[in-house]
């Protein structure tokens, strides 16, 4: 076992909930894909808030409201140094991932692509990068097309080259699998959109979390990602989108401070990127999400993401010596945090429900990613996936947990 780059058990004394034990066994958390832990100085600056300085944001000019616009506005600053986006303004807060691509696919999508234009996207997305893109095309009367994947679920140069057109007006792509744990190559992706005079939008919910973005090095058009999934609250994501594209988009929800001036015809918005941002914002999720980003930037995404591969790369190793367990997606050193797998025999609901009687928690399903499932010829998988308090004895257990698993449906090992 390699040494972490940083101390492991001092990340967990952050973590209250992972000091429990689930079924009488010490809990191992193995699911941060679906939704990270979080540590105490982000649940605390929730309380802090509320206790402190509750009040709307941008309206009054009393100690309470100033407070909060300032910790707001604040906090959109934060994001953007996270993910080096050029602008303050190109910081959108959202309702997540999903919300962020679902502005994109109406507010850039229905103004930008018409009938016989394509839509680019491929079978490894999430359903929320998929279904808006089907959405819009049903709308507008344009084609969708799917770069076509490798035996280990990777998206080769060529293929991308041949797939992207003249035609092409908006590229749909995940940074990294939520199944596959495929890390894309989307720095060429968008320089081969850019060549056909189409935008490339980034799903980026299973990336941000885990390495270092840059919005500007990447050359993406619009990037996605969520609170949830990287130590932050949930009901809070983020938009990036480029100031030139933001502009002239058009917002989808109305009221509050997106407005400029109200007539009784007619009304006016307000500048970017408050006229994305209608009704009352989430002020106390985007003060915690800028709490979980100081969180991961004193730790370091360098020493995370090399963390990571180290317990990936272990679990990867171990769990490969189960006959009958088969990982899918990449090798360790081209992919993330997480291994999808199925054991023979074995149905992956079982599966989990066996393994949370160990206490250890993993994700069984078709992970909002049916079609993938279909390219795999599976219909449901299970998954294990790891951040920043997970280690090698955590893989220990599951691998003794997977071994008794099978020996409860009796299969030999």
């Given at each position: 076992?390699?040494?972490?780059?940083?101390?492991?058990?001092?990340?967990?004394?952050?973590?209250?909930?992972?000091?429990?034990?689930?079924?009488?066994?010490?809990?191992?958390?193995?699911?941060?894909?679906?939704?990270?832990?979080?540590?105490?100085?982000?649940?605390?600056?929730?309380?802090?808030?509320?206790?402190?300085?509750?009040?709307?944001?941008?309206?009054?000019?009393?100690?309470?409201?100033?407070?909060?616009?300032?910790?707001?506005?604040?906090?959109?600053?934060?994001?953007?140094?996270?993910?080096?986006?050029?602008?303050?303004?190109?910081?959108?807060?959202?309702?997540?991932?999903?919300?962020?691509?679902?502005?994109?696919?109406?507010?850039?999508?229905?103004?930008?692509?018409?009938?016989?234009?394509?839509?680019?996207?491929?079978?490894?997305?999430?359903?929320?990068?998929?279904?808006?893109?089907?959405?819009?095309?049903?709308?507008?009367?344009?084609?969708?097309?799917?770069?076509?994947?490798?035996?280990?679920?990777?998206?080769?140069?060529?293929?991308?080259?041949?797939?992207?057109?003249?035609?092409?007006?908006?590229?749909?792509?995940?940074?990294?699998?939520?199944?596959?744990?495929?890390?894309?190559?989307?720095?060429?992706?968008?320089?081969?959109?850019?060549?056909?005079?189409?935008?490339?939008?980034?799903?980026?919910?299973?990336?941000?979390?885990?390495?270092?973005?840059?919005?500007?090095?990447?050359?993406?058009?619009?990037?996605?990602?969520?609170?949830?999934?990287?130590?932050?609250?949930?009901?809070?994501?983020?938009?990036?989108?480029?100031?030139?594209?933001?502009?002239?988009?058009?917002?989808?929800?109305?009221?509050?401070?997106?407005?400029?001036?109200?007539?009784?015809?007619?009304?006016?918005w307000t500048d970017l990127p408050t006229k994305f941002e209608a009704g009352t914002p989430l002020i106390a999720e985007a003060i915690a999400l800028a709490?979980?980003?100081?969180?991961?930037?004193?730790?370091?995404?360098?020493?995370?993401?090399?963390?990571?591969?180290?317990?990936?790369?272990?679990?990867?190793?171990?769990?490969?010596?189960?006959?009958?367990?088969?990982?899918?997606?990449?090798?360790?050193?081209?992919?993330?945090?997480?291994?999808?797998?199925?054991?023979?025999?074995?149905?992956?609901?079982?599966?989990?429900?066996?393994?949370?009687?160990?206490?250890?928690?993993?994700?069984?399903?078709?992970?909002?990613?049916?079609?993938?499932?279909?390219?795999?010829?599976?219909?449901?998988?299970?998954?294990?996936?790891?951040?920043?308090?997970?280690?090698?004895?955590?893989?220990?257990?599951?691998?003794?947990?997977?071994?008794?698993?099978?020996?409860?449906?009796?299969?030999?090992?």
């Amino acid at each position: 076992m390699t040494e972490s780059t940083f101390k492991v058990e001092n990340i967990i004394k952050d973590f209250p909930i992972l000091n429990q034990q689930v079924n009488g066994k010490k809990l191992v958390y193995l699911d941060s894909s679906a939704t990270s832990q979080t540590p105490t100085q982000v649940t605390d600056s929730i309380v802090d808030y509320y206790n402190r300085y509750n009040s709307n944001v941008h309206r009054g000019v009393h100690t309470l409201g100033t407070l909060a616009t300032d910790g707001y506005e604040k906090a959109r600053e934060t994001v953007r140094r996270f993910i080096n986006a050029q602008y303050f303004e190109e910081i959108v807060f959202t309702r997540g991932t999903t919300a962020a691509i679902n502005l994109v696919a109406y507010s850039y999508g229905d103004h930008n692509v018409s009938e016989g234009d394509e839509i680019v996207v491929t079978q490894m997305e999430h359903h929320a990068n998929i279904v808006p893109w089907q959405q819009l095309a049903k709308r507008t009367g344009a084609k969708l097309k799917f770069i076509p994947m490798n035996e280990s679920g990777e998206l080769e140069r060529e293929a991308i080259e041949q797939t992207i057109t003249d035609n092409t007006k908006i590229v749909a792509v995940t940074h990294v699998s939520n199944v596959l744990g495929t890390i894309n190559d989307v720095k060429y992706i968008a320089e081969v959109a850019h060549q056909h005079d189409a935008v490339i939008a980034v799903d980026g919910a299973q990336s941000a979390p885990h390495m270092n973005v840059d919005v500007q090095d990447l050359d993406v058009d619009f990037f996605s990602f969520s609170g949830h999934k990287m130590l932050g609250p949930t009901g809070i994501g983020v938009l990036y989108g480029k100031r030139e594209l933001l502009d002239k988009m058009e917002p989808i929800e109305f009221g509050g401070d997106m407005i400029d001036f109200v007539g009784l015809e007619d009304a006016t918005w307000t500048d970017l990127p408050t006229k994305f941002e209608a009704g009352t914002p989430l002020i106390a999720e985007a003060i915690a999400l800028a709490e979980a980003i100081r969180y991961i930037d004193e730790i370091g995404l360098d020493n995370i993401h090399q963390h990571e591969f180290e317990v990936v790369n272990y679990a990867y190793n171990e769990m490969s010596k189960i006959d009958g367990l088969e990982i899918y997606g990449p090798t360790p050193d081209k992919r993330a945090g997480l291994i999808t797998f199925n054991v023979e025999g074995v149905h992956p609901h079982d599966l989990a429900t066996a393994l949370d009687s160990e206490g250890v928690a993993v994700r069984a399903g078709h992970h909002c990613a049916q079609p993938l499932m279909k390219w795999l010829n599976q219909s449901s998988t299970a998954r294990a996936s790891f951040y920043i308090y997970n280690t090698t004895e955590d893989v220990d257990i599951l691998i003794q947990a997977l071994k008794r698993t099978k020996e409860f449906f009796s299969y030999e090992f």
